[in-house]
């Protein structure tokens, strides 16, 4: 009787999931799976169903390891695969990969008594236990059921990564750790750590004490405050009571280097050089270009000194971190102070280097050479091939795509992280229900819809892209609740982006997973963006509007800059308004001496109600709302008569803001002048992005 009452009720689920097919199943599990096929039935998972494995020795023990952190029946040890016989789930390892030439491919099947993962490694037995994680579906009362299913997956990238930013606010290890346990389960397999920058170096290192006595503290926790105050970006010292910061011991990152091993995550170390180095500077002042401190960011090239420090530490991070890739930055040196430097012109007259991008060059090489002799490889920011990219080098694309383009086009591999995409620090949503950030706009949507392969290489070139990373810079981001804020959802567009077939992405699909996800993830303690309530595109980007100056010729009496010219002369007149961020293409960029001041022709005397033309405030980046408006009119073009002077007191306390500067009356005109000026105390750009008549 009972066995039929279960019998009956399994039916009438399985009638009940197998309704939306397929798609009810492929919903739960994301990156979304390469193939999943429903069946007939549904799988108990109890505190009494048995694990089994044909895994042995240290690999059987690195399992249990990672299921022990993890509920009944999965903490409760390994047994061997003779013994999944009755309700049972196995972990089988196999001689060749379910998909050809990919490692980390698995299937999972499951059945009304079984679910068998089987996989070639033990990172594709992980995934295929991860899937079946989340295909688990718990009830009110704590019962545990899966729906059969047959799943067959594999990994479109290699590298799918998440980079954190350590330096610009210190993370705790525990918080790193957590990080690790959700990217796992959405089958993200690096974390790059940028562990070294201005604002404080965040790993221990034996032979220069000074880095985490001194560099890894500064007397204010909030960066913004600590870079834009007044006391001048000083470190102080450990034992100082207003010391705020913090770095990882060695034995911390030994940890580490374990937990993300048994998550089948390889942490990969960033150590900043030539740029991005104040506060190694600080502390061995004598490795800069004048021996002074607080005057640098980059190394000097020229000091021999310089290359011993960069190798004792380098030999010590090695040492820690067992990752094929040693990160060695690269971006955004200034180089300044090399083009002065007499050791610097020393060694460019002696290795006959033209300038100071290959003198850079020439640093970036040597140290390769040194990974290379240690067995390892260098990755670097896409700055590493100006001057000559170093033989063996691989490319970490974020100024766009063209660096990781041309650096596969020269035979080395590359991964994307494009500002445009993958740069997790921009606005998530619209930015005035937002906590501060740096800028941009970067919706979850947009994420998703990038593609790690770009147009412009052959099938034999795509190969070399490696894979793609979401990048988390933390200036704006002071504490951990914030961090995840910004890194979930996002990320699991990331890891749908690196992992799915890209012909079986769907959006509307990714989305409903996601809102399931962050659900899921503020259960678990996480702080997702709420995609429940996000309000979304500017309202005016969305559709084209139309007015009387549209499609009407523009003469720029000041010119747009050439960096953000949108669609040049056509952009102010051509229907297409700007989203919450100044770079999105829509909005135009004017830094001349008298910003914005076009004249449109509406090419016939027209009878105008209205004037208008909306700006955006970015502080960070410079860009303001005009200080004065001027609206004038003419008939034939010589002789204008003003319509409006608008004033407007721009306050850098308006983060992120845009306004409307307008006139309304009625005239009749053939031409329009539209002047908009830069307050004098504030300098920096003005950015619009439509002249609208009515
Ligand atoms: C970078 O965003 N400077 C790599």
């Not at 022990?68 to 049972?88: C, F, I, M």
């Not at 180095?277 to 000091?303: I, M, R, W």
């Not at 980046?621 to 200080?627: G, K, R």
Request: aromatic share 10%.
């Amino acid at each position: 009787m009972k066995r039929h009452t279960l019998t009956l009720c399994a039916l009438l689920l399985s009638a009940f999931f197998t309704v939306g097919g397929s798609k009810a199943q492929a919903q739960q599990v994301t990156p979304a799976p390469l193939k999943v096929e429903q069946r007939e039935g549904l799988f108990r998972i109890t505190e009494a169903t048995v694990l089994c494995t044909n895994l042995k020795g240290k690999e059987k023990k690195m399992l249990e390891t990672y299921l022990a952190t993890l509920p009944a029946p999965y903490n409760q040890g390994l047994k061997s695969a003779k013994k999944a016989r009755g309700n049972s789930i196995l972990l089988e390892k196999t001689e060749t990969a379910p998909t050809a030439d990919n490692a980390e491919s698995y299937t999972l099947e499951v059945t009304p008594r079984q679910a068998v993962i089987r996989a070639a490694t033990d990172a594709g037995l992980f995934y295929g236990l991860q899937t079946l994680l989340q295909l688990t579906d718990t009830d009110a009362a704590g019962n545990r059921t899966v729906q059969a299913v047959r799943v067959e997956d594999a990994p479109r990238f290699a590298y799918r990564g998440l980079m954190l930013d350590v330096s610009r606010h210190f993370r705790s290890k525990e918080f790193v750790k957590k990080q690790m346990d959700a990217l796992a389960h959405y089958k993200l397999n690096r974390l790059h750590l940028h562990l070294t920058d201005g604002a404080g170096w965040r790993i221990e290192i034996k032979k220069y004490p000074r880095l985490t006595e001194f560099a890894a503290w500064r007397p204010e926790a909030v960066w913004k405050k600590w870079w834009f105050g007044s006391e001048g970006r000083k470190y102080c010292e450990q034992d100082d009571p207003r010391a705020q910061g913090g770095f990882y011991t060695q034995d911390d990152i030994r940890e580490l280097v374990e937990y993300a091993a048994r998550r089948h995550i390889t942490l990969i170390p960033e150590i900043e050089m030539p740029a991005h180095s104040e506060e190694v500077l600080a502390a061995y002042p004598e490795l800069s270009c004048t021996g002074e401190p607080y005057k640098h960011a980059d190394f000097c090239v020229g000091n021999e000194a310089t290359f011993a420090f960069l190798e004792d530490v380098l030999a010590e991070v090695m040492e820690l971190f067992p990752s094929e890739y040693i990160h060695i930055g690269g971006d955004e040196a200034g180089k300044a102070a090399w083009k002065t430097c007499p050791k610097c012109q020393k060694r460019m007259k002696d290795e006959n280097l033209k300038d100071v991008n290959e003198l850079q060059s020439y640093l970036i090489h040597r140290i390769e050479v040194f990974l290379n002799a240690h067995g390892r490889k260098l990755l670097g920011w896409d700055e590493i091939m100006e001057g000559g990219l170093a033989p063996n080098a691989t490319v970490m694309s974020w100024r766009g795509e063209e660096g990781g383009i041309n650096a596969v086009k020269a035979g080395h591999r590359a991964i994307m992280t494009p500002g445009s995409h993958c740069y997790l620090d921009g606005y998530q949503d619209a930015p005035a229900s937002q906590p501060e950030a740096i800028g941009g706009y970067l919706p979850l949507s947009k994420v998703y819809s990038y593609n790690p392969i770009p147009a412009a290489l052959s099938e034999e070139e795509a190969r070399l892209i490696y894979g793609v990373q979401g990048n988390l810079w933390t200036e704006y981001i002071p504490t951990e609740e914030q961090c995840e804020y910004m890194i979930y959802p996002r990320i699991l567009a990331v890891a749908e982006v690196a992992w799915s077939d890209p012909a079986r992405k769907s959006y509307a699909d990714f989305h409903a997973r996601a809102l399931k996800a962050v659900e899921q993830l503020k259960q678990k303690g996480y702080h997702p963006f709420d995609l429940m309530n996000e309000i979304g595109d500017r309202p005016e980007s969305v559709t084209p509007v139309s007015h009387l100056a549209l499609n009407k010729p523009v003469t720029y009496n000041a010119p747009f800059n050439q960096s953000y010219a949108a669609r040049g002369e056509k952009s102010l007149t051509d229907g297409r308004r700007g989203n919450w961020t100044y770079s999105d293409g829509a909005w135009q960029g004017f830094i001349s001496r008298n910003r914005l001041d076009v004249t449109v022709d509406l090419e016939a005397e027209t009878d105008i109600r209205s004037i208008s033309a909306d700006f955006i405030q970015v502080v960070g980046p410079e860009v303001f709302l005009p200080a004065e408006v001027i609206i004038s009119v003419s008939t034939d073009g010589t002789d204008y008569q003003e319509l409006t002077r608008i004033s407007h007191r721009v306050d850098k306390a308006d983060a992120i803001v845009f306004k409307n500067y307008g006139w309304q009356g009625e005239t009749k005109a053939r031409y329009i002048r539209y002047q908009a000026r830069a307050g004098k105390e504030f300098g920096g750009w003005v950015f619009t992005d439509e002249i609208v008549v009515q």
